[in-house]
């Protein structure tokens, strides 16, 4: 009980020390406009990213279903949970770049980057895919 009382105790002086130094750093117009931005956010996650995981996983979860693909539906997953993870990663590079008062900050064509990087995940998803497909083809029973 004291642990978690300790944990509790020091959770809420980190949080707190946090917000002092945001409140330091951050003018007024900025921390008003913070809660804007948390709010659309939260929009956002709500009625676009939420629906489309759903949509996702059902359409994976129907594809699972017919036979043979069971065994494959592990590494379409983590391959689809990479590329939405990168991508998520990834967009506010792609929302910024070469804009604000110094378009030198960001000087890389992420746009390219970000496409060569989802290529390679998916390519590599493939290629997992193919060698389950093999070995569950080569007699091993479950493809595992």
């Not at 009980?1 to 951050?26: D, E, F, S």
């Not at 676009?48 to 590494?75: E, I, K």
Request: charged share 15%.
């Amino acid at each position: 009980m004291r642990l978690r009382i300790g944990l509790l105790v020091a959770g809420v002086l980190v949080g707190l020390w946090g917000l002092w130094k945001l409140v330091q750093a951050v003018d007024i117009p900025a921390l008003v406009r913070l809660p804007l931005w948390l709010g659309g956010a939260v929009l956002v996650d709500d009625f676009f990213l939420v629906p489309l995981t759903v949509g996702v996983g059902w359409l994976v979860t129907r594809w699972s279903a017919r036979p043979g693909h069971h065994r494959t539906v592990g590494v379409v997953r983590t391959t689809l949970l990479y590329v939405g993870v990168t991508t998520l990663i990834a967009v506010p590079l792609l929302l910024r770049q070469g804009t604000g008062p110094n378009p030198t900050v960001l000087p890389r064509d992420y746009t390219r980057d970000w496409l060569l990087l989802e290529a390679t995940i998916v390519a590599i998803g493939y290629l997992c895919l193919m060698f389950r497909r093999s070995r569950a083809s080569s007699g091993d029973i479950g493809g595992r």
